[in-house]
């Protein structure tokens, strides 16, 4: 930064040259060489100061900056979100900010009004949402030319306290599976079963399952990690046939879902989530819980029965587990043998005996016997195959 003056035809005038916010040169030019000099000192302490630089003299306060986001916010967002929006501005940000002009608020004020709203026993996820409508704010001063850069960025937020993963117990499951509607039971023990995604079993085809050697593929997921094949067990295998008779007469396009919803359909996530799941929890006073319990839920229970890391990493389709686990240990066939066996343990805790022939309630002691064939196709080859299958009800 510095002053240059300037002869032209109109007399002298005095040029203040600066670096801007995004490394091209800029520079303002004043009558008299008082006024230039207090702006380049004006920068020159802000800089050295760690403030925000002041590129144009403005006593324009943070209320009308405030007050001009909400009116942008009214158009270009939806009205839930303007009126959350309205509220932390009304509530914290006038209070904290509002009579002080822009040029006046830097990334020590902020952050001292950060520590006070934490120390205050506001959330992290309040401070935190609080500082980015701060920032927004702020951002149409530099815009302006008030501000060089945005004091916001520098201002440290607090850390998100790294959620405990919430496991449900065999006890809980079954509760919560008494409250799930019948034509939804088999996705929530595959869930548990095999700790996928909730994206990946509403994408799954019913050509991705192999019935006769009870396996699971899934083609397309979250990450690389995420294209594998699961291996089953008795349980979901028996679970699956009687699912796929029950469903039998919606089943026309053999590249089609495998689970569906009530009218026949491919699962939609949130559908499923807010009229399904969600008021599943609820009656079953388990609202501490969401779908991705279940996935948390399934990984927990093969480490509590020893199943090696690397076959639940592969099972649960995560990217690594540790990184040492993911270039030198191979999960074996042994080690899937011991995942279906422990969930097996699961599925008998949670009350569920399936059997190749039968389904035995652990509460009656009764045994149903439901025997039939289904045609299930082949991925990609349009062909069908016939098998023999067993089934009976669930809870």
Known sequence: MSVHKKHNKKGTTYQVRFTQADGRQGSRTFLTKKVADEFDQRM?????????????????????????????????????TTARRAGIVNKYLLPAFGTYPVTRIDRQFIQQ???????????????????QVLREIMSLAVKDRVL???????????????????????????????EIPHEFQAMLIVAVGTGMRISELIGLNLCNLDIDKGMLSIKRAKTKAGIRTIELGETMTNVLKRYLADTAHFRSDIDGPLFLSERGKRIHDSNFRRRVFNPALKTAGLTKFRFHSLRATSSTWLFQESVPIPVVTSRSGHESVKTTMDHYVIATKLGQQMAVKAIEGFFEAAGLAFTNSSLSSSETGESVA????????????GNRRSIQLSYGSLV
Request: glycine letters at 4%; proline letters at 10%.
């Open 44 to 80: 020159k302490l802000a800089r050295r100061d760690g403030l925000t630089s002041v590129l144009l003299p403005s006593k324009k306060l943070f209320r009308q900056y405030a007050l001009e986001y909400l009116a942008n916010s009214k158009v270009e967002a939806a009205p839930r």
């Open 370 to 381: 439901l025997p039939g064939r289904i045609e299930l196709p082949t991925c990609g080859l």
């Open 148 to 178: 060089v850069s945005n004091p916001v960025v520098d201002v440290k937020s607090p850390k998100l306290p790294k959620p405990e993963p919430k496991v449900m117990s065999p006890e809980q499951f079954q509760l919560l599976l008494t």
């Open 113 to 131: 009004q950060m520590n006070t709203w934490a120390s205050s026993g506001l959330s992290v996820f309040s401070v935190r949402t609080h500082r």
